[in-house]
């Protein structure tokens, strides 16, 4: 049976927020590297963290997610993601991430 919940384990799709759990996983400079993506190339952070889990499932099709530690596969499959297609992006250096951080880049 379809639902049309909104709600999946990356985030609240309608707005795109990234779900806590997996916010609080995720480095501050993967945190800037998705708000950057999102406003210079208009795309959606939870569609690129979607995009970055298919490709990491693609290559451990044996895994089986948990709750508890899921925000750290996504945050290892965003890592990949990330340098794979670091030449189709906007490019984001350390020093743009280190004054924020996860809690303030949920949005």
């Not at 965003?78 to 303030?104: C, G, M, Y």
């Amino acid at each position: 049976m379809a639902t049309s919940d909104p709600i999946h384990p990356l985030g609240h799709e309608d707005s795109d927020q990234i779900d806590p759990t997996v916010a609080r996983a995720l480095t501050p400079y993967e945190m800037e590297w998705l708000r950057r993506q999102c406003h210079e190339l208009k795309l959606k952070k939870l569609q690129i963290l979607r995009q970055a889990l298919f490709e990491w499932i693609s290559e451990h099709p044996g895994y089986r997610f948990y709750e508890e530690d899921f925000g750290d596969t996504m945050r290892i499959a965003l890592e990949k993601f990330i340098r794979q297609h670091s030449r189709e992006f906007v490019p984001v250096t350390a020093d743009d991430a280190s004054d924020k951080t996860p809690n303030t880049a949920l949005g």
